[in-house]
């Protein structure tokens, strides 16, 4: 008797600490399912699991729910045109919550398309829509007739360099007006071109300047197309197209300088044609340049040649004068600067030469005169932004024996630095 009442006591005080144990373990897996839904990763919520030695937790849903809303949902009769769409497309199926849905896997990329009956066109249009940008994309992968030509039209190609490696620049007026004049004749494939098509082509273009620019483009063109594979051989890399010769006296002459200058007044852009003769900068670059007059000089941000800006030396007297008419200068276009300059030298009876640009002309004044000033080689080569100083000696440096520094210091006085 007494061993029963012994074994029926140990019996209850276990299954009390089997239940117990069993809260205790239920505690930490919740704790733990907590500890892994807040985890910031997978991998975090792996090992925080496998810390405690749990399985995630998975609800099992009864199916009665299911086959009870399949047998609640409305049911709908496709009209005999609905159904034959249904049956020529495939896959369309009703949903237990009343819609329609498509769905279809095609090269491992799952489509799937839900919409109520009542919109079963706007469905079928959707559907439509995915398969025939499935067709195009196919078709754009075979290799065949439907697949996209590049164009290697030699105007095509020689457009495109322009697009990126001369727009923006100094000289695009110049090539944009020698595409749209000359290489736009161009328009057989670039592999049918010879060295002689290229020179008889270049032979027919007139004005030397344009002959050179169009030469530049198509010399550059064929180099990019020998790099991008698209030819084998470039007709043209051995052709010897020669320049321009440069134009000899495209300074203005003292007389001229002096008529310049004692005509300013009469001139709608007197401030800016000063500033030309006095710092050599180039029509655009003068619009962009910053000015610091506490130190006399001014910064150039050169556009024709990367790594050549740099500062251009004012003199104290010309610093002080610009000071004070800079906020009222450069308010026009380039191009109105230009036309300005040549009604103002055709009035004071200064002849044009040839193929010559007239406010281009005062870039070549301020290098022959700071050159009768002293200025050494280097100096005057940088101030103009020129990568060598043989383009400063013999295109912008005119040689006069007439022509001293007391002479251009007579013209100028002090406006101009001392070198």
Not at 199 to 209: Q, R, T, V
Not at 230 to 251: D, E, Q
Not at 307 to 334: I, R, T
């Amino acid at each position: 008797m007494e061993n029963e009442t012994l074994k029926n006591f140990i019996t209850k005080r276990m299954d009390a600490w089997l239940k117990i144990a069993s809260i205790a373990q239920e505690n930490a897996n919740e704790h733990a399912r907590v500890l892994a839904l807040s985890a910031k990763s997978d991998i975090q919520a792996k090992q925080i699991r496998a810390m405690f030695q749990i399985v995630p937790k998975v609800t099992h849903f009864d199916n009665t729910q299911n086959q009870k809303a399949k047998n609640s949902a409305p049911k709908y009769n496709l009209s005999q045109e609905e159904q034959n769409l249904k049956n020529s497309i495939g896959n369309i199926r009703l949903r237990p919550d009343g819609r329609l849905e498509w769905r279809k896997t095609i090269d491992g990329v799952r489509y799937n398309v839900i919409e109520y009956p009542r919109n079963f066109k706007r469905l079928t249009a959707k559907i439509y829509e995915i398969q025939n940008a499935i067709k195009d994309e196919q078709r754009l992968q075979t290799t065949g007739k439907d697949k996209p030509k590049i164009s290697h039209r030699l105007c095509d190609l020689a457009e495109s360099w322009v697009q990126l490696n001369k727009i923006g620049k100094v000289a695009d007026g110049q090539y944009k007006s020698a595409m749209s004049m000359h290489i736009v004749r161009l328009t057989k494939g670039i592999k049918s071109y010879s060295k002689n098509d290229i020179h008889l082509f270049l032979n027919e273009i007139k004005k030397p300047s344009a002959a050179l620019h169009c030469w530049y483009i198509i010399k550059n063109t064929f180099a990019e197309a020998y790099d991008e594979r698209i030819i084998r051989h470039n007709p043209v890399v051995n052709l010897k197209f020669l320049k321009t010769k440069p134009i000899k006296g495209m300074w203005f002459n003292l007389d001229e300088q002096a008529l310049i200058l004692n005509n300013l007044q009469h001139c709608k852009i007197s401030h800016e044609i000063r500033f030309y003769i006095m710092t050599g900068l180039r029509l655009k670059e003068a619009l962009n340049c910053r000015p610091e007059f506490d130190r006399n000089r001014i910064w150039a941000e050169r556009s024709k040649r990367d790594g050549s800006s740099g500062y251009v030396l004012l003199s104290p007297a010309y610093s002080a004068q610009l000071a004070q008419h800079w906020d009222n200068m450069f308010k026009l276009k380039p191009d109105q600067y230009a036309r300005h300059f040549v009604k103002f030298i055709e009035s004071l009876g200064i002849k044009r030469q040839e193929n010559e640009k007239p406010i281009h002309r005062l870039r070549h004044t301020f290098a022959t005169n700071i050159y009768y000033l002293g200025a050494d080689d280097k100096l005057r080569s940088h101030q103009l932004g020129h990568k060598k100083t043989e383009i400063t000696n013999d295109i912008y440096t005119d040689f006069e024996l007439y022509v001293t520094k007391e002479s251009i210091l007579a013209l100028y006085g002090n406006m101009y630095p001392e070198y």
